[in-house]
């Protein structure tokens, strides 16, 4: 099993510029989700999808943020316009959602995203 | 709203046990987890403990858990210097959602 592939690993943007950060969760999960770590504000919650449906975005910074989930086996999360302060490493997680198991969440290895 | 505590650091002598705190709010809560992140990586998934249980034991690891404090603690016995990393405590409330509460996360330096 790969695990949780994202991609890019690291991006450097301009502000103002469109950001698009991808994520395949783990074959057979059925919930996804997308997660922000900085060291101010710690892990954050953005977006939450279960079967693909997104089902808690409150999280979201603001509509600059957006994220989609378009088939079981791939997302986006995309931030237009990009800002300084969007700088921050951004985490997609999946979760096998089999009883027993439907907490367990499984990280990517992030992308890390400077915004200049 | 549930909230989950943590110290931000810990500094233990290598071969040593470490012992990581965390407390929690919820009294609903379900599920509490424990995942190590070390640098440049995401989240692992360490172990887990169910609210109607007291302890639970896998190999180094032992977690406690404390329901009338509110209390969970994370022991790693004979600490080795590749245990350095950041560790989280997560809590799910029961009830049927999917969305986890981590800590701000405890970074254990281990040192020879």
């Known amino acids: 099993d790969a695990g949780v592939i994202q991609s890019p690993r690291h991006e450097v943007t301009e502000m103002g510029q469109e950001v698009t950060l991808r994520c395949k969760p783990i074959s057979g999960h059925n919930s996804l989700f997308w997660y922000r770590q900085t060291m101010m504000r710690g892990l954050e919650l953005l977006i939450y999808?279960?079967?693909?449906?997104?089902?808690?975005d409150s999280g979201m910074p603001e509509d600059r943020f957006s994220a989609k989930m378009p088939n079981a086996s791939f997302s986006t999360l995309k931030i237009q316009p990009s800002e300084p302060r969007d700088s921050a490493v951004y985490f997609c997680a999946s979760s096998p959602g089999r009883p027993g198991q439907e907490y367990e969440q499984y990280f990517g290895p992030g992308t890390r995203l400077t915004v200049t | 709203g549930e909230d989950v505590e943590q110290s931000l650091f810990l500094s233990v002598r290598e071969g040593d046990s470490s012992v990581i705190n965390c407390t929690y709010t919820?009294?609903?809560?379900?599920?509490l987890y424990w995942y190590k992140q070390e640098p440049g990586a995401g989240l692992q998934l360490l172990t887990y403990?169910?609210?109607?249980?007291d302890m639970k034991q896998d190999q180094r690891l032992t977690v406690l858990l404390n329901k009338k404090d509110k209390h969970l603690s994370l022991r790693i016995a004979d600490t080795q210097t590749g245990d350095s990393a950041i560790y989280f405590c997560?809590?799910?409330?029961?009830?049927?959602?999917?969305?986890?509460?981590f800590g701000r996360g405890t970074s254990l330096i281990v040192h020879p």
């Open positions: 919820d009294s609903s809560s379900t599920y």
């Open positions: 997560a809590e799910i409330p029961s009830g049927g959602s999917y969305i986890p509460t």
């Open positions: 403990i169910f609210s109607n249980m």
């Open positions: 999808f279960n079967n693909n449906v997104p089902i808690d």
